[in-house]
């Protein structure tokens, strides 16, 4: 069992920067792919961002360039850099913590943190 806890959300204004925190639990986390996600309201949970345990990094297409993913594996931390924020990233952001499959499928992960509100004002 793992257990995620997202933090670092907040409102900012447009062109802003925040950098999010994802604390997980278990001596596992290293093996690990972990995920950022997002959901806006109305709207369906969305891939961000992921990166797998032997540090490749992947970004869907309208955050790259923006939005940089890290972990440390000594502190079981997963971090989600965002810059040049715009009013559309305006979501509620969650970790998420997967063995294995498509990173960019939110299906295909087993664990899931309860979620940070960004708010980015124009």
């Known amino acids: 069992q793992v257990r995620l806890v997202e933090s670092g959300g907040g409102l900012v204004q447009a062109g802003g920067s925040l950098r999010l925190s994802c604390a997980a639990s278990?001596?596992?986390?290293?093996?690990?792919?972990m995920g950022w996600f997002r959901q806006a309201p109305g709207k369906e949970r969305t891939y961000v961002a992921a990166?797998?345990?032997?540090?490749?990094?992947f970004y869907v297409d309208s955050v790259k360039g923006r939005f940089t993913i890290s972990r440390d594996n000594a502190e079981n931390t997963v971090y989600l850099e965002m810059n040049s924020l715009k009013p559309e990233d305006t979501a509620v952001y969650y970790c998420?913590?997967?063995?294995?499959?498509?990173?960019?499928?939110?299906?295909?992960?087993?664990?899931w943190g309860q979620g940070t509100q960004v708010t980015v004002s124009s």
């Open positions: 998420a913590a997967t063995w294995g499959g498509l990173y960019y499928d939110p299906s295909h992960y087993n664990y």
């Open positions: 278990g001596r596992t986390f290293s093996t690990y792919t």
């Open positions: 990166i797998w345990n032997d540090g490749s990094t």
